[in-house]
């Protein structure tokens, strides 16, 4: 097993990793709209998942991965009202590559944050 950690992502808040290689395959820690330095970005669902995305991605890169060797990604949404909104940032960074999905509605999130995502991913 091998740790993943990157400055370009914020750094975890619990005793957790931001990652996990086992045998080529990533496992993340869910990623909420936390910049790199830690502070909640302001916004609404779609600036949130945005953000996500752009720690996922600092993440992935740190792992050997990207979002094309995504197998399987985890959406936490704290309201499934938002679901269109938050897939449709989604789309943008799955277009041709289309991972499998689970999506969620969940009482809370930490920091009160709109939205998390985790993902597995082959690692190059």
Known sequence: MKSIHTNQAPAAIGPYSQGIIVNNMLYSSGQIPLTAEGQMIDGDV???THQVFRNLE???KEAGAAFNTVVKATVFIKNMDDFSAINEVYGQYFSD???ARSCVEVARLPKDALVEIEVVALVK
Request: net charge positive.
């Open 46 to 48: 779609t600036a949130q």
């Open 58 to 60: 600092a993440v992935l």
């Open 97 to 99: 590559h289309k991972p």
